[in-house]
């Protein structure tokens, strides 16, 4: 799984840092996304796709393997 | 605008069947009419969405914005009726659009990210413990809403602007003034604003003096380091603008968090053995309430499609993200509440540019009062029959005029 983040769309909600701490975080300056691992961990995949799923700003893209 | 059924505009609010119930009309309205025309109490005429696509779309489109005085947009409440707040008065000088709002609503992101909310749960924890104290004082039955769900969110917010704690009542006084329609004259509100804005200024130069570790001392630190330095008037609607956001809201999702897990108790006793599931109980009570208010406004400066219709520029929209939230091409029975849903995009938040700022504290104090009293008061109920809780509408939500509980 490869993960990309839009800086630009970002909100700060938050969602993304609550469900995935180790994929992505904020900025302490400004509160947009930062992200962590890009190619993240399986164990990770399951909490990334969530927070992807309720991102408020569809801020966070997915690509899957096939 | 679309033609709607006899050309009769539905009224808003929307008929229940009971206080926790959806109105019927919006599976109809999201299969036939996803753009209604409606008559908000104001009598003005707005367009009316309940597809979860069609509002999420609107809502991410940077061109529209929340609807000003200077618009002639539809308004929500009649001339006269709610404070400063009701029909977006200028006094509001915190930018709503473009680069300004961008910039100040990064300054105030930066103290609302997950993390420094997480930071805050302990403080909040106890103020949970306090309020559920007051609670079992006073005795049985008691008013979960008044008693814990009112005075929640504006102490966390006061601890939040570095208020100190013996004037967090009359933040509460002042907040209800200011968005509780019903209850105060436009009079009223404006003393109450007159006040808040004084003690503001009082609050403002004790911290310009003496900056301490709070939203309105780093934001002081910030902007002159920033060389911007934000304006007293900017600090008092920041102030403003987080009660007016954060406390009616909050308080009165509290009250129908607990009503809604606890009519029908067994939610409430799912909980109990799995406190785990606190995190997507408190998502699905926030996607399953259907009494969030009206929804969320948009002014079209120009004209937009929405659901394959055309919506000429100069229409008021109404977005109901509860609509959106039931929305069957979304979400699996969507009629149920389903306390493990996992993802669960609702859009209580709103979506776009302009979510929700707070949803993480917002989140965060939800889970910390049903984690405290699912701790303390295992056996808690409802000291009435579902049916008789009474609806209140509030001007940016609905709420239950009171929950009396039993343990």
């Given at each position: 799984m490869k993960v990309s983040v839009d800086e630009a769309k970002c909100c700060g909600a938050g969602q993304c840092v609550?469900?995935?701490?180790?994929?992505?975080?904020?900025?302490?300056?400004?509160?947009?996304?930062?992200?962590l691992a890009p190619e993240p961990a399986?164990?990770?995949?399951?909490?990334?796709?969530?927070?992807?799923?309720v991102c408020p700003a569809s801020a966070i893209t997915l690509h899957e393997a096939p | 605008?679309?033609?709607?059924?006899?050309?009769?505009?539905?009224?808003?609010?929307?008929?229940?069947?009971?206080?926790?119930?959806?109105?019927?009309?919006?599976?109809?309205?999201?299969?036939?009419?996803?753009?209604?025309?409606?008559?908000?109490?104001?009598?003005?005429?707005?367009?009316?969405?309940?597809?979860?696509?069609?509002?999420?779309?609107?809502?991410?489109?940077?061109?529209?914005?929340?609807?000003?005085?200077?618009?002639?947009?539809?308004?929500i409440a009649p001339e006269g009726a709610g404070g400063p707040v009701a029909n977006g008065d200028a006094s509001l000088a915190i930018a709503d659009r473009g680069e300004a709002?961008?910039?100040?609503?990064?300054?105030?992101?930066?103290?609302?990210?997950?993390?420094?909310?997480?930071?805050?749960?302990?403080?909040?924890?106890?103020?949970?413990?306090?309020?559920?104290?007051n609670l079992v004082d006073q005795g049985q039955p008691g008013d979960l809403k008044a008693t814990v769900g009112f005075p929640l969110p504006v102490y966390v917010i006061c601890d939040l602007l570095g208020a100190p704690a013996e004037d967090r009542?009359?933040?509460?006084?002042?907040?209800?003034?200011?968005?509780?329609?019903?209850?105060?004259?436009?009079?009223?509100a404006r003393e109450s604003y007159t006040e808040f804005a004084e003690y503001m200024s009082a609050l403002i130069?004790?911290?310009?003096?003496?900056?301490?570790?709070?939203?309105?001392?780093?934001?002081?630190?910030?902007?002159?380091?920033?060389?911007?330095?934000?304006?007293?008037?900017?600090?008092?609607?920041?102030?403003?603008?987080?009660l007016v956001a954060g406390h009616e809201t909050t308080a009165n999702m509290i009250g129908k968090m607990v009503s809604m897990l606890l009519a029908d108790r067994t939610r409430w006793e799912r909980l109990l053995a799995d406190p785990s599931l606190v995190r997507t109980a408190v998502d699905e009570v926030l996607r399953f309430d259907a009494n969030f208010g009206f929804g969320v406004r948009r002014y079209?400066?120009?004209?937009?499609?929405?659901?394959?219709?055309?919506?000429?520029?100069?229409?008021?929209?109404?977005c109901s993200l509860s609509a959106a939230n039931r929305d069957e091409q979304v979400f699996a029975d969507p009629g149920e509440m389903d306390l493990t849903r996992a993802p669960n995009p609702h859009m209580t938040f709103g979506a776009g540019p302009h979510a929700c700022l707070g949803q993480s504290l917002a989140r965060t104090e939800l889970q910390v009062v049903l984690e405290t009293l699912l701790r303390r008061l295992p056996t808690l109920r409802l000291a009435v029959p579902v049916e008789e809780l009474q609806r209140v509408e509030g001007l940016l939500v609905g709420g239950l005029r009171t929950v009396p509980v039993r343990w």
């Open positions: 609550l469900l995935a701490p180790e994929v992505f975080d904020q900025r302490d300056d400004d509160g947009i996304v930062v992200l399986p164990d990770q995949h399951s909490n990334v796709r969530e927070a992807a799923a | 605008m679309s033609p709607s059924p006899n050309d009769q505009a539905m009224r808003l609010p929307l008929p229940t069947d009971g206080p926790l119930e959806a109105p019927a009309e919006w599976q109809e309205l999201r299969r036939k009419c996803p753009v209604a025309t409606v008559e908000l109490p104001s009598g003005d005429k707005a367009a009316y969405l309940t597809r979860y696509d069609d509002i999420k779309a609107l809502l991410s489109d940077p061109r529209f914005v929340r609807p000003t005085a200077a618009d002639g947009a539809a308004r709002h961008l910039r100040w609503r990064r300054h105030i992101g930066k103290y609302l990210t997950a993390k420094r909310v997480t930071a805050l749960r302990p403080g909040m924890t106890a103020i949970a413990e306090s309020l559920v104290d009542d009359r933040f509460s006084h002042w907040s209800d003034a200011f968005l509780n329609i019903s209850r105060y004259t436009t009079e009223e130069a004790a911290k310009r003096a003496e900056p301490g570790d709070d939203l309105i001392g780093n934001l002081i630190k910030d902007s002159t380091e920033d060389g911007e330095g934000l304006s007293d008037d900017l600090l008092l609607n920041t102030g403003m603008g987080l079209l400066g120009e004209d937009v499609e929405v659901g394959g219709e055309l919506l000429p520029g100069g229409t008021t929209v109404v």
